[in-house]
């Protein structure tokens, strides 16, 4: 037998030997190969305790930083687009907003609506037309402005009726018809629709609006 074979036998041989008998013996007193092996296992179990009683939180808290700095490169690199872009954006803005302002200036306010009802009343006479029915219903509140349905029936000819409905879409307020209905009577047409007029809200119907449901705020419209 050689010597590497010799050391591999004694020495296996020597490491199980020093496990014999350590019941009987103070841990002190206990050859070094078993000593090692037992402060290896208590250096593990503290490690083990601690990660579970303190170094899980912190790991969570990591994981969260983590996910939150990728969120923040993500907005980062969004902010970086839009700041490429910021001319455009801001010759968009600028149009939106003029858009909008031209749709307000087309909006009266409550003084102003009954002359609007009235604009709608001298298309007709103007036109030469016979007013049968005009009739405003219940005012409608809306979010951000106010509408007002009107019950109109008219009668003449053809071309003074279209002319009618060419005038109401050429005023400078909003204004929309729908239900239309026309019939013959004799030599004369009778036109019947309902005209939506638009308004502001004043500053006690927005507080309405805040007070109560949208869907339950309604008020009783008055004749021009």
Known sequence: MNGLQAFSVRYPEAWV???SGLRERHPGLWPRL????LLLTF????VAAG???????????????AAQEEKLRIAFREKVIQSKNLELL??????????????ERQLPNRSEMDAMLHE???????RGLQFELFKPGQLQLGEHYAELPIDIRLSGDYHALAGFVSDLANLPR?????????????????FQAIVHTYRYLDVAENQQLVDKPADAVTQKGRKP
């Open 51 to 65: 990660a579970w009683l303190c170094w899980i939180g912190q790991w969570e808290e990591l994981e969260l930083g």
């Open 17 to 19: 030997g020093q496990f």
């Open 43 to 46: 250096i593990l179990a503290v």
């Open 90 to 103: 801001r010759a968009q803005k600028a149009r939106v907003t003029q858009q909008v302002a031209t749709l």
């Open 174 to 190: 909003i204004v929309t018809m729908d239900h239309i209905t026309i019939t013959r009577q004799k030599e004369r047409l009778s």
């Open 120 to 126: 709608i009343n001298q298309a007709g006479i103007g």
């Open 34 to 37: 078993p000593q090692l092996l």
